[in-house]
């Protein structure tokens, strides 16, 4: 079982920052892909970016390549979301989510755990 708490959203102007931040529990934090997620009103929930268990790879959703960057520390497990020059289209809850095996993907369903999500309000 793994416990998801994120933190750091809240309001920014558009071109701004915000660090979310994704605390696990559990032993085997790094045998696991991270991933976040966001849904916006309206929306069904998408894929922003994620990262691998042990080999830290990363993937992107298009329209966030070159703004946000995730990264992940496996000794505190934790994983977190740099995301720049913000777009009012970016406000959305954001969603930290793991999955068992270490690779990522896409679609939602392959995640096993969840955190409760975390507001970011880009203001234009």
């Known amino acids: 079982q793994v416990q998801l708490v994120e933190s750091g959203g809240g309001l920014v102007q558009a071109g701004g920052s915000v660090r979310l931040s994704c605390a696990a529990s559990?032993?085997?934090?790094?045998?696991?892909?991270m991933g976040w997620f966001r849904q916006a009103p309206g929306n069904e929930r998408e894929f922003v970016a994620g990262?691998?268990?042990?080999?830290?790879?990363?993937y992107y959703a298009d329209s966030v390549k070159g703004r946000f960057t995730i990264s992940r520390d496996n000794a505190k497990n934790t994983v977190n979301l740099q995301m720049n020059s913000l777009k009012p289209e970016d406000t959305a809850v954001y969603y930290c989510?793991?999955?068992?095996?270490?690779?990522?993907?896409?679609?939602?369903?392959?995640?096993?755990?969840w955190g409760q999500g975390t507001q970011v309000t880009v203001s234009s």
């Open positions: 989510a793991a999955r068992s095996g270490g690779f990522v993907y896409s679609e939602e369903y392959k995640y096993d755990y």
């Open positions: 559990g032993r085997t934090f790094n045998s696991y892909a």
């Open positions: 990262i691998s268990g042990r080999a830290g790879s990363t």
